[in-house]
């Protein structure tokens, strides 16, 4: 297993335009997180599913934000409207069982324009 | 609202000497992790720490909870310009919900 995948690795957009990133967790993992984590800052913390189930989704930014997971593997994270103010690496993450540390993809690098 | 406040933000120090990070948290929690991160890079794993009096060692690093001071420390020995990175502490609160201090940006000098 090669760990968290997420694509694409960089996305540079224009605002007001929809983007979707992709996250392939490792594959006996059934939790799956999303983080945003802008310049100098530390990642923060936005949703997370068990299996298909989207357990906490209050911490998303806005009701621009969404993230399914429908079959309990990948994730997508959808961004509609994007705003300057979204420019920031996306971070996913997953772990197996509760108590275990989350390993992270390389994160999808957004530039709105 | 859940704070995570590390100490220092920056670090620059010699190669040879030694120091200590500090992470406080405001809330009850008995788990704690430690993640290094280089520049344009994802998050890797050092140290996953779950209960009152953990303390965990890795090569010059060595990671230690104590939770009812709501402390976790991680001490560098003998840095090297390897250790060069920012380090965080996350909090877990509730299922895997991690809450990342601040981070603390160490400089190792040679």
């Known amino acids: 297993d090669t760990g968290v995948s997420q694509d694409p690795r960089h996305k540079i957009t224009k605002r007001g335009q929809n983007v979707t990133f992709r996250c392939d967790p490792i594959s006996e993992h059934n939790r799956l997180y999303w983080y945003r984590q802008t310049l100098g800052q530390g990642p923060e913390f936005l949703t997370y599913f068990q299996n298909e189930a989207q357990l906490e989704k209050s911490r998303l930014l806005s009701d621009r934000f969404s993230a399914e997971r429908p079959k309990g593997s990948f994730s997508t994270l959808e961004i509609q409207r994007t705003e300057q103010g979204d420019s920031a690496m996306y971070l996913c993450?997953?772990?197996?069982?509760?108590?275990?540390?989350?390993?992270f993809g390389q994160g999808t690098r957004l530039t709105v324009v | 609202e859940l704070k995570v406040e590390q100490n220092p933000l920056f670090l620059s120090m010699q190669e040879g000497k030694n120091y200590t990070i500090y992470c406080n948290y405001s809330?009850?929690?008995?788990?704690l992790y430690w993640y290094r991160q280089d520049p344009g890079k994802s998050l890797e794993s050092l140290f996953v720490l779950l209960s009152n009096g953990a303390v965990k060692q890795e090569g010059r690093l060595m990671a230690s909870l104590d939770t009812k001071a709501r402390l976790s420390t991680l001490h560098i020995t003998a840095a090297v310009h390897d250790l060069s990175a920012t380090y965080f502490c996350a909090v877990d609160i509730i299922g895997n919900q991690f809450y990342f201090g601040t981070g603390t940006s160490l400089t190792v000098i040679p």
């Open positions: 993450a997953s772990s197996f069982l509760l108590g275990t540390e989350a390993f």
């Open positions: 809330t009850t929690s008995d788990r």
